[in-house]
């Protein structure tokens, strides 16, 4: 089984930053694509960010210009460094991955979730 443990969250005034993190272990063969998605109280979860393994990005409109996300391959690690916070990026953060385990089995993962909560 592969495992993502998210790190980072906290509560944060409008305009400010933070860092999550998210670190794949277990069972790890590769991972192919990460991504962050997020949901506020009432509503779905939205996609925020998503990285393929050579480094290409996408972004939400909403994050653009705000929001960086990076990878580190060889410690299975993704980044989310947000900046620029406003109230409404306040949700819960998940971190996604999908790749093969040391089995070589194609599989789709999630954390548990971080909270950020952005205070106006």
């Known amino acids: 089984q592969v495992q993502l443990v998210e790190s980072g969250g906290g509560l944060v005034q409008a305009g400010g930053s933070l860092r999550l993190s998210c670190v794949a272990s277990g069972s790890i063969f590769r991972i192919i694509g990460m991504g962050w998605h997020r949901q506020a109280p009432g509503k779905q979860r939205e996609l925020v960010a998503m990285?393929?393994?050579?480094?290409?990005?996408n972004y939400a409109d909403s994050v653009k210009g705000r929001f960086t996300i990076s990878r580190d391959n060889a410690k299975n690690t993704m980044y989310l460094q947000m900046n620029s916070l406003k109230p409404e990026d306040t949700a819960v953060y998940y971190c996604?991955?999908?790749?093969?385990?040391?089995?070589?089995?194609?599989?789709?993962?999630w954390g548990q979730g971080t909270q950020v909560t952005v205070s106006s």
């Open positions: 996604n991955a999908n790749g093969y385990s040391d089995t070589y089995a194609y599989g789709n993962y």
């Open positions: 990285i393929t393994r050579d480094g290409s990005t």
